[in-house]
């Protein structure tokens, strides 16, 4: 039986955006202390069922600073996978975060031509935020980039990822040009073509 709940629903702890820019750079200067504040981000999500007719609260993360959130999901949704050169190979190893997301020169090559990740530090630095949020929530781009992950995400969670980009300040060159189907790449590629079991080698 369904029993009336009287209380308030859980605190829902506001994002803390309020930060002056001088501040953020200093977190990230200190990659210490920027360690600590992703420690302390944890996912917000409801823990109870929102009484009838309440609006819920769309989950996202919180924490001391919106550039140490952005940092925790670009983790968490392993941008550097892709977008950053050598961390899958290395299970995120290498390179040093100085490093990270400076786009990719090695294609993903399949039905739809050959793909590079981005260099995210430069287009964050060239985009402006509200420009940078609205186009990952309608656009729709080459594969494998998750753009249906991307374009779910809550706005503050966007915000947090464009923050972090540029407080990390822009580094490298931009990745190749996407080719069209059939386009041969002057760069190395992988290859997403499934092959049969009775052509695999050995
Ligand atoms: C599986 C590989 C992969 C992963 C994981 C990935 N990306 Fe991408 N991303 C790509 C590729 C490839 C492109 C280029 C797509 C195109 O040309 O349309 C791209 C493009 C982008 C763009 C467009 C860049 C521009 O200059 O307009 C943004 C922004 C982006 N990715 C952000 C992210 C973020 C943030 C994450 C992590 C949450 C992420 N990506 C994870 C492969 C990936």
Redesign the pocket.
């Known amino acids: 039986m369904r029993r009336p709940d009287p209380s308030p629903p859980p605190a829902f702890v506001p994002p803390h955006i309020a930060h002056p820019p001088a501040r953020r750079r200093r977190i990230l200067a200190a990659a210490g202390v920027l360690a600590t504040a992703m420690a302390a981000a944890a996912i917000a999500s409801r823990s109870t069922a929102p009484a009838e007719g309440q609006a819920s609260p769309t989950p996202r993360v919180l924490a001391s600073d919106p550039v140490a959130a952005g940092r925790y999901?670009?983790v968490l949704?392993?941008?550097n996978?892709?977008?950053t050169p050598r961390f899958a190979e290395t299970n995120g190893a290498e390179p040093p975060e100085s490093e990270w997301l400076t786009g990719s020169p090695i294609g993903?090559r399949g039905p739809w031509g050959v793909?590079?990740?981005?260099n995210?530090r430069l287009?964050a630095q060239a985009t402006e935020e509200a420009d940078w949020i609205a186009?990952?929530r309608r656009r729709t781009?080459?594969p494998?980039?998750?753009w249906a992950?991307?374009a779910v995400m809550n706005e503050d969670d966007l915000r947090a990822?464009y923050r972090y980009l540029r407080a990390l300040g822009p580094r490298g060159e931009p990745a190749p040009a996407?080719l069209g189907p059939g386009e041969a790449p002057e760069t190395p590629v992988f290859d997403f073509v499934p092959v049969p079991p009775s052509r695999r080698a050995g």
């Open positions: 999901l670009v949704g392993d941008c996978g892709c977008h993903f793909s590079y990740p981005s995210l287009s186009a990952l781009g080459l494998p980039m998750p992950t991307l990822i996407a």
